[in-house]
């Protein structure tokens, strides 16, 4: 059975015969950047937009990776045309690109490390909240600061969004948590910027406070092709509280509708109006329904059900 190939350090080689060194600073110090995109019907998204948030990271961090853009992007066509073949037609790939300050030890070494490699998106684990909802929760632990670390910047160090993915399994396990910045507001959760509709309006978190998503960008010109007013501030609980619909936007599951923040549901329909409308109009833009490719991956009952459910959201 042939292997999945990866990209790394200037060769193509088998998934499970690449290595990197226990001296890697990534390793060891969390000195590096990353990057995530995804396929959509086995075509990239926005692959040069991804790519100039790698180059923007790599400058802020001041590392080198010894690539140029357009190299950087040849490569990743080619990782996952290589891996493309050993895919279903039903399934798409996460495109990932990790690169650190290289070895520790030895001196001598002074190289980057870069890693570029795909892999199956796990659908299951998302797909009911295209129908259910995600559940949030704001935990303890806060956002970085941007006087600390900038938020713009793709950082392999995830320590403080993992604490905070702890603590709010803690309190549902189906719980994903929602960060606040030190003063209280709204930021992130630990993989997706956060949006909520109030007033007729679309309602995001500060960019000063969150990474710039890809996605997030995507929505803001969908937004604005739908006549919808988008508003970034500083928010707090309070306003989801008293909001009407809320979603998450992400890499890998796109839209996905939210039901409840600590515990206190938004109440109506999920998806909401304006979310589900968001929903079409990014379904039409990749070329396939998302929704309904993620829950064609759970169980046959279970799935027929769900979609059921969601075919039916899309007549009303």
């Known amino acids: ?19 990197v060194s226990i001296f890697d600073r990534g390793f060891n110090g969390g000195d590096g950047i990353y990057e995530a995109t995804r396929t959509f019907g086995h075509k990239l998204f926005k692959l040069p937009e991804h790519l100039d948030r790698l180059y923007r990271s790599l400058s802020y961090v001041r590392i080198d990776c010894g690539l140029s ?23 798409d790939v996460a495109l990932w690109h990790v690169i650190t300050r290289g070895e520790r030890y030895p001196s001598a070494n002074r190289a980057p490390t870069v890693a570029i490699y795909c892999f199956p998106i796990e659908f299951a684990r998302f ?20 006087q600390c670390l900038e938020a713009k910047a ?33 930021t992130e959760t630990d993989t997706t910027n956060f ?6 309006k679309l309602c995001t978190p500060m960019a000063r406070n969150v ?17 919808l007013e988008v508003v970034e501030g500083n928010f707090t609980p309070y306003d989801v509280y008293t909001a009407d619909e809320a ?29 589900l409308r968001l929903m079409r109009a990014w379904n039409d833009m990749v070329g396939i329904d998302c929704v309904a490719q993620a829950l064609g991956h759970l169980g046959d009952n279970e799935s027929k059900d769900l979609l059921a459910r969601w075919e039916n959201s899309l007549a009303a």
């Open 127 to 146: 797909a009911r909240s295209y129908v259910e909802g995600i559940i949030l929760v704001t935990p303890a632990t806060r956002r970085i600061p941007p």
């Open 195 to 200: 949006f909520f509709v109030s007033g007729g």
């Open 211 to 227: 990474l710039g998503g890809i996605t997030r960008q995507a929505l803001f010109e969908l937004a604005s092709d739908m006549g």
């Open 154 to 186: 793709k950082i392999t160090n995830k320590m403080n969004h993992a604490m905070a993915v702890f603590e709010a399994k803690q309190a549902d396990p189906r719980a994903i948590p929602l960060m606040l910045d030190l003063d209280g507001n709204l």
């Open 69 to 91: 853009p357009d190299q950087m992007e040849t490569i990743s066509r080619q990782v996952v045309e290589r891996n493309l073949p050993l895919l279903p037609e039903d399934e």
């Open 247 to 275: 979603f998450l936007s992400g890499t890998s599951g796109s839209i996905q509708p939210v039901c409840s923040l600590n515990g206190a549901d938004l109440g109506g329909a999920v998806p909401g109006p304006v979310t």
């Open 1 to 19: 059975m042939a292997a999945w190939q990866v990209y790394l350090n200037g060769a193509f080689v088998d998934q499970d015969k690449a290595r």
